[in-house]
């Protein structure tokens, strides 16, 4: 099978590269906006260089002859840029949709997320009818609510593809770990000071659900395979609490109300002190736990990896300093974030480059 990638290089496309590549039997496309040196790049992809957030009549080359598109490509920063972020996540999803259709694709499979779903009402999981709404007061959230609701319309599709959307928890793995500390950690802390966290300042009623990427691309597979339609939901037990991150942290926990959290949150990333916006707080308190009886069901799908065991892992690998070969999971130090925060500006509101 020939099978094209978007963000193939990033925490879940690594993983869905490595399950694929195993298989020994397809035909690997990665797109990327920046493909890995040569000698970082796994031998079995042929990579291609596209902005999804913009037209670019290079996707419908590299979708032409593919039997299906796994679309993984999302941005999480710039966080001060919305609407940069909204033309790559929903503006590329709608480019995915439509290139895939003019070449013939037969299969699309969307990464969505459990940040598509509205609020929850109670911490009893919810199954892929619950509403994709949204968490509106999170950018994110409302990002992914919105790429759903554009697959939900027509757009011309024929009625040769099959749609399938994954909807994972909170997505971990080791060699992420670097990646996901830019993503919310100020540039001038050190990933080292994460070893010595004495207390957790975290509201108690935490709980969110997590998976491991190797499952998620186990589950990605199944479905290319199956070339089944719908929604599945992606997560192991038990739900992830804020007791469990102090104790993966050795911390002790600290109750601090969600609102008061929130608020500095919102402070310091008005004052470009921190990329984390403030709706990442908001989302957390407020996405479901997730029933995964479907992908059990339909695709013969179980997690390899407990929710404990993906926390510890990612957590020790921020510790750590992991990283991947590409350039979305390279190494994090403080030196090259000073370094690139002076050529480029802070990474909230810098332009993609």
């Given at each position: 099978?020939?099978?094209v990638?978007t963000?193939?290089?990033?925490?879940?496309?690594?993983?869905?590269?490595?399950?694929l590549?195993a298989?020994?039997?397809?035909?690997?496309v990665?797109?990327?906006?920046?493909?890995?040196?040569?000698?970082a790049?796994?031998?079995?992809?042929?990579?291609?260089?596209?902005?999804?957030?913009?037209?670019?009549?290079?996707?419908?080359a590299?979708?032409?002859?593919?039997?299906?598109?796994v679309h993984?490509?999302w941005?999480?920063?710039p966080?001060?840029?919305?609407?940069?972020?909204?033309e790559l996540?929903?503006?590329?999803?709608?480019?995915?949709?439509?290139a895939?259709t003019a070449t013939?694709?037969?299969?699309?499979?969307?990464?969505?997320?459990?940040?598509?779903?509205?609020?929850?009402?109670?911490d009893?999981?919810?199954?892929?009818t619950w509403p994709?709404?949204?968490?509106r007061?999170?950018?994110?959230?409302?990002?992914?609510?919105?790429?759903?609701?554009?697959?939900?319309?027509?757009l011309?599709r024929g009625?040769?593809?099959?749609?399938?959307r994954m909807?994972?928890g909170?997505v971990?793995q080791?060699?992420a770990?670097?990646?996901?500390?830019?993503?919310?950690?100020p540039a001038?802390v050190?990933?080292a000071?994460?070893?010595?966290v004495?207390?957790?300042?975290?509201?108690?009623?935490?709980?969110?659900?997590?998976?491991?990427?190797?499952?998620v691309?186990?589950?990605v597979?199944?479905?290319?395979?199956?070339?089944?339609?719908?929604?599945?939901?992606?997560a192991?037990?038990?739900?992830?609490?804020a007791?469990?991150?102090?104790v993966a942290?050795?911390?002790r926990?600290?109750?601090v109300?969600?609102a008061?959290?929130?608020?500095a949150?919102?402070?310091?990333?008005h004052a470009?002190l921190?990329?984390?916006?403030?709706?990442?707080?908001?989302m957390a308190?407020?996405?479901?736990?997730?029933?995964?009886?479907?992908a059990?069901?339909e695709?013969?799908?179980?997690?390899?990896?407990?929710?404990?065991a993906?926390?510890?892992?990612?957590?020790g690998?921020?510790?750590?300093g992991?990283?991947?070969?590409?350039?979305v999971?390279?190494?994090?130090?403080?030196?090259?974030?000073?370094?690139?925060?002076?050529r480029?500006?802070?990474?909230?509101?810098?332009?993609?480059?």
């Amino acid at each position: 099978m020939r099978i094209v990638i978007t963000g193939a290089s990033g925490n879940v496309g690594s993983a869905v590269l490595r399950r694929l590549a195993a298989d020994g039997s397809h035909d690997l496309v990665g797109v990327v906006r920046r493909p890995p040196a040569p000698s970082a790049a796994p031998e079995e992809v042929e990579w291609r260089s596209v902005d999804l957030s913009r037209d670019d009549p290079a996707l419908s080359a590299a979708f032409r002859g593919a039997d299906a598109v796994v679309h993984l490509a999302w941005g999480f920063q710039p966080s001060h840029r919305e609407g940069y972020l909204r033309e790559l996540g929903v503006g590329g999803t709608s480019r995915v949709v439509e290139a895939a259709t003019a070449t013939g694709v037969s299969h699309l499979v969307h990464m969505s997320s459990v940040g598509a779903y509205s609020p929850k009402q109670d911490d009893e999981p919810v199954d892929e009818t619950w509403p994709t709404g949204g968490v509106r007061t999170s950018m994110y959230s409302r990002h992914k609510s919105a790429a759903e609701q554009l697959l939900d319309q027509d757009l011309g599709r024929g009625p040769d593809l099959v749609v399938t959307r994954m909807r994972p928890g909170i997505v971990g793995q080791r060699s992420a770990a670097s990646a996901l500390l830019r993503y919310g950690l100020p540039a001038l802390v050190p990933r080292a000071a994460l070893a010595h966290v004495p207390v957790l300042p975290l509201d108690r009623g935490l709980a969110i659900p997590m998976v491991h990427a190797d499952d998620v691309a186990e589950a990605v597979a199944r479905a290319l395979e199956a070339r089944v339609p719908g929604a599945f939901n992606l997560a192991a037990d038990p739900a992830v609490t804020a007791d469990l991150i102090a104790v993966a942290l050795g911390a002790r926990l600290v109750h601090v109300p969600s609102a008061a959290l929130r608020a500095a949150v919102s402070a310091s990333w008005h004052a470009r002190l921190q990329p984390l916006d403030p709706g990442w707080i908001d989302m957390a308190f407020a996405v479901p736990l997730l029933d995964c009886s479907r992908a059990e069901a339909e695709l013969g799908w179980a997690p390899s990896h407990d929710a404990v065991a993906v926390l510890d892992e990612t957590i020790g690998g921020m510790q750590d300093g992991a990283s991947g070969r590409s350039p979305v999971l390279r190494p994090r130090t403080v030196g090259a974030s000073l370094a690139r925060a002076l050529r480029q500006g802070p990474v909230s509101s810098r332009r993609a480059s």
